[in-house]
């Protein structure tokens, strides 16, 4: 048996494939208990049954992306601690939009932000407020799949058997055809 540059052993594998399990489980029971989220305040709210401690959690998983857990200490390193004021502006933006804002979309008994644009603006506005979050959102997540590829690419962790697979030998770029591209 050779060895490889490849750290994680058996146990390693078998634990991120217990967690990924367990995760897909508690997803199917919670989608398909109670006949399943029929309506779209069943799915975008639970009928209005959450706890906030899962809320806040839910929010700050979604905040912490690829993109702050290596462009942080980046920004700090390149442009010194003025970061902090970034962070501290949270700490003031967040409790002002959970008074003056979340209590207006409960009080309308509304779903989304872009069902009140409709009800202030109008449904074209609505249409283009939507249009232009799913544009936003189509950068944002190439940035956020390119992101962890460079941090893997700077390990050089990954693993010869992903090469093998069609999909991913056609979208990862091999290092001597781009050493080829790039010094011919």
């Known amino acids: 048996m050779t060895t490889t540059d490849n750290p994680l052993g058996w146990l390693d594998y ?30 975008f709210l639970a009928d209005r049954n959450v706890y906030g401690l899962a809320i806040a959690m839910t929010l700050l998983a979604s905040f912490i992306s690829p993109v702050t857990l290596l462009g942080t ?21 967040f409790p002002s939009i959970a008074i003056i804002f979340v209590p207006v979309f409960h009080g309308l008994d509304i779903t989304t932000a872009y069902e009140y644009l409709q009800l202030r603006y109008g449904l074209p506005l609505r249409i283009v407020g939507a249009c232009i979050f799913i544009l936003q959102t189509c950068f944002y997540m190439a940035i956020v799949t390119f992101t962890p590829a460079l941090a893997i690419e700077a390990g050089e962790l990954l693993m010869e058997g992903l090469y093998s697979v069609p999909a991913i030998s056609a979208t990862v770029p091999n290092k001597e055809k781009q050493d080829k591209i790039l010094h011919p």
């Open 14 to 43: 078998t634990l991120m494939s217990i967690m990924l399990l367990i995760a897909a489980g508690m997803g199917l029971y919670h989608g398909l208990a109670h006949g399943g989220q029929k309506t779209t305040k069943r799915f």
């Open 73 to 93: 200490p980046a920004e700090i390193y390149t442009y010194g601690g003025q970061y902090f004021m970034f962070t501290l502006m949270q700490f003031l933006l």
